[in-house]
């Protein structure tokens, strides 16, 4: 607990420091992204179809002394946030009756005085800057890491544990249903579950599950959530003999994949990686598939706190974590990686799972290859 309080009180300290360059009184944080990385791990969720939290954390003045943590909820949720997600007396509960939410807004508006308020939505009448707020949380504090890694062992874990346990004339939606047993038995989140089987692998880049069966081949994808962060994963499986065209299209994504992780590091910039990532592609006699889908880029408290793209102006931070997921008809690579001061570290490695070794200019990197059944 000490250790959790330390972080948060460095984030407030950064975000304090944010809020006097913008002389801004008051920040509302209100997603759930934004209350799990200021609370260090907090889970302000109910719905799971929507980003908005239960509770709005509330943080004021220029410096611990002269400003407060506050947290804003109804009291429905008042005891349990404080009892099961928050560190005990950090927080002063501000707790106004469900069926009465103008209170809310008064509450933040006597926070705020006669200084700006800001938000990362526009909720409470704050200028929403979500952009700046977000950028708060890139470079990922040693705790987090640590948390990163166990998130990332799980997720990878679950994938390896659903594509040895299914079976053919299973439909995607059983499939998926697997991998959400997998991961809420974890105490994984399911953010995201997509599965393809055979054809539909090259039909769509984005396959929700369907009552399409497994005959030979299958794509999972999956993002877990735990404390706040997501871990990306993709997998894929083959029951018999591997065809020849689809080794061939996963080591040309491999290598894709492979440059896009060794040129992550501190300092580059993400036009560049992307850029030698294309051509790449080209080498490999794949010059478009770039094209047809987007292909990762950073991510934490978001599954993509923002895309790679050959004109972006985004620059890679020591500690940010980045998951890259280039995809070629019928096949795809991705992990969810952290930027150290070697090459980057493969936070969802499983060493239980078949690899492609890939040379890089900047040494040899291991890809996931496609498990046979």
């Known amino acids: ?45 109910i719905g799971m179809a929507t980003e908005m939290g239960c ?13 407060g943590s506050y947290l804003l909820v109804n009291n429905i949720e008042a005891q349990r946030l404080q009892a099961e997600q928050l560190p005990p007396g950090h927080y002063i509960p501000l707790i106004y009756p469900w069926y009465q939410p103008d209170q809310a807004e008064q509450r933040i508006k006597e926070l705020a005085g006669s200084g700006s308020l800001a938000g990362d939505t526009p ?10 707020l977000a950028r708060l949380r890139y470079a990922l504090h040693p705790s987090e890491q640590e948390r990163y890694r166990i998130i990332g062992a799980d997720a990878a874990q679950v994938a390896r544990c659903t594509l040895q346990e299914i079976q053919t004339g299973q439909s995607e ?12 038995d974890t105490e994984l989140q ?3 579950i997509l599965v393809a089987a055979d054809e539909r ?14 005959k030979r081949a299958v794509l999972l994808v999956i993002c877990a959530r735990r404390w706040g962060l997501i871990a990306s994963v993709s997998r894929l499986a083959h029951f018999g003999t591997l065809p020849d065209d689809m080794a061939r299209r996963h080591r040309a994504v491999c290598r894709v994949d492979a440059e896009l992780i060794s040129r992550t590091r501190a300092g580059a910039e993400v036009k560049e990686i992307f850029q030698a990532a294309q051509q790449v592609y080209g080498q490999t006699g794949f010059p478009d598939e770039w094209k047809l889908h987007h292909q990762g880029g950073a ?13 972006s102006s985004e620059v890679v931070l020591m500690g940010q974590a980045f998951a890259w997921n280039p995809s070629i008809a019928g096949t795809k690579s991705e992990d969810t990686v952290l930027v150290t001061n070697a090459m980057p ?13 890939v040379e890089t200019v900047r040494g040899s990197i291991n890809r996931p290859d496609i498990l046979i059944r």
């Not at 692998?201 to 497994?214: D, F, S, V």
């Not at 991510?299 to 793209?309: A, F, I, N, P, V």
Request: glycine letters at 4%; a neutral charge; charged letters at 25%.
């Open 1 to 45: 607990m000490e250790a959790r309080l330390a972080e948060i009180k460095q984030k407030e300290r950064m975000l304090r420091k944010w809020m006097d360059a913008r002389r801004i009184q008051a920040v509302a944080l209100s997603l759930q992204s934004s209350f799990a990385w200021a609370t260090a791990g907090g889970d302000s969720k």
């Open 55 to 67: 509770a709005t954390l509330i943080i004021t003045g220029s410096s611990e002394k002269s400003g």
């Open 123 to 132: 909720l409470y009448q704050a200028q929403a800057v979500l952009p700046e």
């Open 173 to 184: 939606y059983e499939m998926a249903a697997i991998a959400a047993h997998h991961l809420l």
């Open 190 to 192: 399911p953010a995201l």
């Open 201 to 214: 692998i090259a039909q769509y880049r984005h396959p929700l599950p369907t009552e399409n069966r497994l």
């Open 299 to 311: 991510t934490g408290y978001t599954s993509r706190d923002y895309k790679g793209s050959p004109d």
């Open 345 to 357: 570290e493969i936070l969802t490695a499983d060493p239980d799972w078949p690899m492609i070794t």
